[in-house]
């Protein structure tokens, strides 16, 4: 099978990490768990959405304006899922509230402690953020995005499911009857492009996607911190699957990056030689696929030979008598057909 566009990604310049990044990437320990991250699905492989309610301010007032900003985290890691957030405010408070008051920036740009602190305020009851703000994210499973690229009836590729992400999150908070009128999002290739179709889906929206958004747009700053944010306390619960429920300190697997040592080291050291890993890995990823080809066990199924009355029989035929050699070697598989007389 042809691999996907984006089948060994993790190889391109823009996922290698410096030793600077790796450690911004990295979770910090007691990473601020938001209710953004469902633990039991997490450990299941399962993709997950969260909505936060309506913020009390805007509720008492839905025809308020509102500026959204749209983001991403976790797009090259082989560990980990990608998730996808959302954030919207009113269009008055925008950089007052988010730029001036509490220095929304990229999440990159911001340690990991600073990035948790600030999740947990836009989480916590009573605070501006959460009185004037509200979120949304699409966590999408390291297991789903693999069986989505290697689907045998045709590849579901990283960037189709990031848009598909990002449209549903859009329309999830236009539902709830937020009156949202400008959008900004980090692009996912080429801006013009992403924007036309976002502009035909969504046309009463002014929406704007631009290189480095999450720099220029103090929503989209926001915005990539809850998907961040999420994504770290996700590598966390994560990784309790093999620390155990009572870890508590640094995550082993670093990053999560196939460029961060740390995460390679915890793969090869890992690696089950027939099964692999865990819903936490993506084996869609050219890291997983070479280390298991390279140190897996060599597993090889032998079919049985196909001939013509084989290949023409139905298997209704083991059950009605089409083919009396069959059916006996079928049934008596189990042991012996017993007659009514026995009974």
């Not at 084989?310 to 083919?323: I, Q, S, W």
Request: hydrophobic share 35%; net charge negative; glycine share 6%.
């Amino acid at each position: 099978m042809s691999q996907p566009a984006d089948f060994a990604m993790e190889n391109s310049q823009t996922d290698q990490l410096d030793s600077q990044n790796v450690a911004e990437e990295t979770p910090t320990e007691n990473v601020f768990i938001p209710p953004s991250v469902d633990k039991v699905r997490q450990l299941l492989g399962e993709s997950c959405t969260h909505v936060s309610p309506i913020p009390p301010l805007l509720a008492a007032d839905m025809s308020t304006e509102c500026v959204l900003g749209v983001d991403e985290a976790g797009r090259g890691p082989v560990l980990g899922p990608m998730v996808y957030a959302l954030y919207y405010l009113p269009l008055s408070m925008h950089r007052s509230l988010l730029a001036e008051t509490h220095h929304f920036d990229d999440s990159k740009v911001l340690t990991p402690a600073v990035r948790s602190d600030l999740m947990e305020k836009i989480c916590t009851p009573g605070t501006d953020l959460y009185q004037h703000c509200g979120w949304a994210t699409r966590s999408l499973s390291a297991r789903d995005i693999s069986a989505a690229q290697l689907r045998a009836n045709g590849a579901y590729n990283l960037n189709a499911q990031a848009m598909d992400a990002t449209i549903d999150l859009i329309q999830q908070v236009l539902d709830l009857g937020v009156n949202v009128r400008e959008v900004y999002i980090d692009t996912i290739g080429p801006p013009e492009t992403y924007q036309k179709k976002l502009e035909r889906i969504f046309p009463s929206l002014s929406i704007t996607v631009a290189k480095k958004a999450d720099s220029l747009y103090p929503c989209v700053s926001a915005a990539s911190i809850c998907a961040k944010v999420t994504r770290d306390a996700a590598l966390e619960v994560l990784y309790t699957a093999y620390a155990g429920p009572d870890h508590t300190g640094e995550v082993v697997w670093g990053s999560g990056y196939p460029s961060d040592a740390r995460c390679t080291n915890w793969l090869k050291a890992n690696m089950n030689p027939v099964f692999g890993w865990g819903n936490e890995c993506r084996f869609s990823w050219g890291t997983a696929k070479e280390l298991l080809e390279t140190k897996g066990a060599p597993c090889r199924v032998d079919w049985p030979e196909a001939d013509d009355a084989t290949d023409n029989l139905k298997l209704t035929g083991y059950f009605t008598g089409a083919d009396e050699e069959k059916e006996d070697e079928i049934a008596t598989w189990f042991g012996r057909r017993v007659t009514e007389a026995v009974f």
